[in-house]
């Protein structure tokens, strides 16, 4: 791709001989970070103000409880300034253009390509990722600046100019069809205004990146609430917007407003001059803000991501090995707290016990305790409350079905709630098979015709990611014209329903996923921030 390629530190270092390098400098990062970031209090950031409040919010990590920083808790009053303060500087960030604006992005992208331990090393502190998610996530945001910027560029701002002429025929009243003169049409994209970006706890680094370059680039401004009620990941969002502010974005096109989204996030949707809303997290969150703001008649965009209960099928015909390998990253990787994790497995009758066998086999490997320890591939939950859900699920698989592996609390002596990766086997239609759970939770069924595994593979109100494992092209063909999923994998080792990069793969929600039929890391995706404008001069 022209202009474009991603980043991946990671596999970089690998290639080069230097992992050793690799956890070496993160563990650096980590010592660094617990110095000069962790435990720190932080204002809200509106415009050149930085604002302290009398209520505080205090972040715990998920890793041991300790305090990863004390931040502000914003409310209604607060983020109403934020919004006077990005809309009086909507004209001048605007008018900037296009290709400033981008240059920007750009340099962004540098300066966090250059502190990506650090920002990593907070990120595994803040939401318990463990090293290779956390710089790979850190990398996804990278790449979503570069690619954004290279979207922007390469499209000339999505504007163009065309000429219509009368050839010479003059008219005495117009009429559909009819040109006077000449007529220069610019053919514009417009942004809208002000943007609140709503961001998840899970990705707080590259989606809250993503989102807020996707308003930023394309011209908007923007408020940037992290997650900041229960499941806070603030200290990330902190870090992005001083990021972006080193990089030239203006103080007040940028905020960032730490608090609760009974009021922060409420008051951006509910404000008339906010113009636009870019969330991701739940499907009742997402569609409950969208309902709220058009009863209130606003005209407002939204482009939300709304989560996923995500299918993988895998037949008789499938590569076990590979299948396995990507059954287990897509199910567990960051302890199944992803919207694109793999929660559903369809399994042909006659290699479900082998493939079993080989899950419970890698599933016995997977290290659980400290993600900053080198060795550890599976973290803690984010919270109690994940924790009381596990359980919830546990016993009710355990009631309805088999508990093939886990489905219990693990000692790590750290105070974290720290589990089990777990395969239960269950009938398709079973609560379990529906809900989405935000857990290392994989619930399994079996089939003997492909026909029906597609149907129940289809059998749910999300449609984000899904995979396939098969020898066959003609189960390709079918799944490819059938499966209705925005994302989808067939035979990829790597992961069976997560892992999208950017530029590549683009991470669009199907039916209750999603809204727009847009996803992040597209080609299409700047489009969501734009609104079309024919501008005609008649000379």
């Not at 011209?219 to 200290?235: D, E, R, V, Y």
């Not at 951006?268 to 209130?296: C, E, R």
């Not at 720290?418 to 619930?443: D, N, Q």
Request: glycine fraction near 10%; charged fraction near 25%; proline fraction near 3%.
């Amino acid at each position: 791709m022209n202009g474009f390629k991603d980043v991946f530190t990671y596999l970089s270092y690998v290639s080069q001989g230097k992992e050793a390098e690799f956890h070496e400098l993160f563990e650096q990062a980590v010592e660094k970070v617990k110095k000069e970031y962790i435990g720190k209090e932080y204002p809200i950031y509106i415009g050149e103000k930085e604002l302290k409040t009398d209520a505080k919010l205090v972040e715990k990590s998920p890793i041991d409880g300790s305090t990863v920083c004390i931040c502000q808790k914003g409310d209604r009053e607060v983020t109403r300034k934020g919004i006077e303060e990005a809309k009086a500087a909507f004209e001048g960030w605007f008018e900037l253009g296009w290709n400033k604006r981008a240059a920007i992005m750009r340099k962004a992208a540098t300066i966090i390509e250059k502190n990506r331990f650090e920002l990593a090393a907070v990120l595994s502190i803040e939401n318990g990722k463990n090293r290779l998610e956390s710089i790979g996530e850190v990398d996804e945001a990278i790449n979503f600046l570069r690619y954004y910027a290279y979207l922007l560029t390469s499209n000339k701002g999505y504007n163009q100019t065309v000429k219509l002429t009368s050839k010479g025929v003059k008219i005495k009243y117009g009429f559909q069809g009819s040109v006077t003169k000449t007529e220069v049409v610019e053919q514009r994209m417009v942004p809208y205004g002000v943007f609140g970006i709503l961001a998840p706890f899970n990705f707080p680094v590259s989606i809250s990146t993503g989102m807020s370059i996707g308003a930023l680039v394309t011209g908007n401004t923007a408020i940037l609430k992290p997650s900041s009620t229960g499941n806070m990941t603030m200290l990330t969002g902190i870090m992005i917007y001083k990021y972006l502010i080193e990089a030239g974005v203006p103080k007040g096109a940028y905020n960032v407003i730490t608090g609760p989204g009974s009021e922060v996030g409420d008051e951006l949707v509910v404000n008339p001059d906010v113009a636009g809303i870019a969330f991701t997290g739940s499907k009742d969150v997402g569609k409950s803000m969208i309902k709220k703001a058009y009863d209130l008649g606003l005209n407002k965009v939204f482009v939300v991501e709304m989560g996923g209960k995500n299918p993988a099928i895998v037949t008789e015909t499938a590569n076990i090995d590979e299948a396995a390998q990507g059954i287990i990253s897509a199910a567990f990787g960051y302890q199944g707290q992803k919207c694109s994790a793999l929660s559903r497995l369809y399994v042909h009758k006659k290699v479900k016990d082998v493939l079993a066998e080989e899950l419970v086999r890698r599933m016995k490997e997977l290290t659980i305790g400290d993600p900053l320890k080198k060795e550890v591939y599976l973290g803690p939950l984010i919270s109690e409350e994940a924790y009381q859900r596990y359980v919830w699920a546990v016993n009710l698989g355990q009631k309805d079905g088999k508990i093939i592996y886990g489905g219990k609390r693990f000692d790590t002596g750290l105070n974290g709630y720290y589990v089990e990766p777990t395969l239960i086997e269950l009938k398709h239609g079973h609560e379990l098979f529906k809900k989405e759970l935000f857990l290392p939770i994989l619930v399994m069924d079996s089939f003997e015709n492909f026909n029906n595994a597609i149907n129940m593979a289809n059998d749910t109100e999300y449609g984000l990611t899904a995979g396939l494992y098969t020898g066959k092209k003609e189960e390709i063909d079918e799944f490819r014209r059938r499966i209705q999923a925005g994302v989808v994998y067939v035979n990829r080792s790597a992961s069976a329903t997560t892992g999208a990069m950017v530029g590549y793969h683009p991470f669009v929600g199907w039916k209750s996923s999603g809204f727009t039929g847009k996803g992040a890391g597209s080609r299409f995706y700047l489009l969501q921030f734009l609104r079309e404008q024919s501008f005609s001069v008649s000379s």
